[in-house]
């Protein structure tokens, strides 16, 4: 991301969730009324003609045409964390991390986490334009927001700062972060979240390594690689989805669920699924008990 900008990518899933949310209330997966207030004047302003019939389709066509398979990814996959993270607190999670938060909105929009302490970790750009426009709104501060430049902090320190209560069962979302990321990042994350109470939760997005080493495998691929680079959001790493879960039992914590773009596309959109964006996957595990606890 640009030092001096927010992330335009972040703006992209605000877009779809904004759009999801223009459509009758019977073929929506789920409302979120705040997105459209992180969107430039351009993007707000598609999303309202949308309102207007014949619109629709030709937005939804140019974005399919700009980036294959992402709209009906990103929105299936908003719904299937939002049930991830859902079962989680039916399961006992008594609190909620958004790391990398973007421009999520879950700690404001769903009902469940009306009663539990939401966390949000962003880097201080996004952050610092989400609470300007959350504030110019009015809306009241419910969630817990904390700023964090990786580069010249660690959340070891943060939560040192800020007494993070890792005893607690925890649910963490780590959505649309890991591919930007190195491996030194990644590995320093999980073991961060280790830190976390057996029980505890982590819901991530991750991209198959394969789309990295070989983007003309996958629908798409290759130009959405040189757009995120344009757009100096490159993508910098994958996971192998077999390797996945020994990688995780590493850091005491077991794959329980781990999808694909089409099978999540298939399970909450059958009918508007459409081709490209396979790579994309979201992954839930569970922090087991180490041998010394």
């Known amino acids: 991301m640009k030092a001096n900008v927010t992330s335009r990518t972040a703006q ?19 409302t979120d009324r705040f997105a459209a207030w992180f ?11 949308c309102r207007i019939p014949g619109w629709r389709a030709i937005a939804e066509r140019i974005i399919r045409k700009k980036i294959p398979g992402a709209l009906s990814s990103g929105i299936a996959r908003t719904k299937y964390i939002d049930d991830l993270l859902q079962q989680a607190v039916t399961n006992g999670a008594q609190q909620v991390f958004i790391l990398g938060a973007g421009f999520d909105t879950r700690g404001l929009r769903l009902p469940f986490l009306e009663h539990l302490k939401v966390i949000e970790i962003d880097h201080p750009n996004t952050a610092a334009y989400k609470l300007a426009k959350l504030r110019a709104h009015k809306i009241p501060a419910k969630v817990f927001y904390h700023q964090i430049d990786f ?10 700062l800020n007494n993070f209560d890792f005893t607690l069962p925890t649910a963490i979302i780590w959505e649309g972060v890991t591919n930007y990321l190195n491996k030194e990042a990644i590995d320093s994350t999980f ?7 057996p029980g505890s939760v982590v819901i991530f997005t991750y991209v198959h390594q394969q789309v990295l080493q070989e983007p003309t495998a996958f629908y798409g691929g290759e130009k959405l690689l040189q757009d995120v680079a344009t757009l100096e959001e490159r993508w910098t790493f994958g996971f192998e989805p077999a390797a ?30 459409e081709k490209g964006y396979e790579f994309y996957r979201v992954a839930y595990a569970r922090r087991m008990a180490s041998k010394d606890e």
């Open 151 to 160: 580069n010249k902090q660690s959340l070891d320190q943060l939560g040192a």
């Open 244 to 273: 996945l879960p020994g990688y995780l039992k590493s850091f005491d914590f077991m794959l329980e669920e781990d999808l694909g773009a089409t099978e999540y596309r298939e399970r909450y959109l059958p009918e508007r699924s």
């Open 191 to 197: 073991a961060f979240l280790q830190r976390f109470a």
């Open 39 to 49: 969107l430039d004047n351009g993007l707000r302003t598609g999303v309202w003609l």
């Open 12 to 30: 992209y899933m605000a877009l779809f969730r904004a759009l999801e949310t223009t459509r009758p209330k019977d073929q929506r997966l789920f």
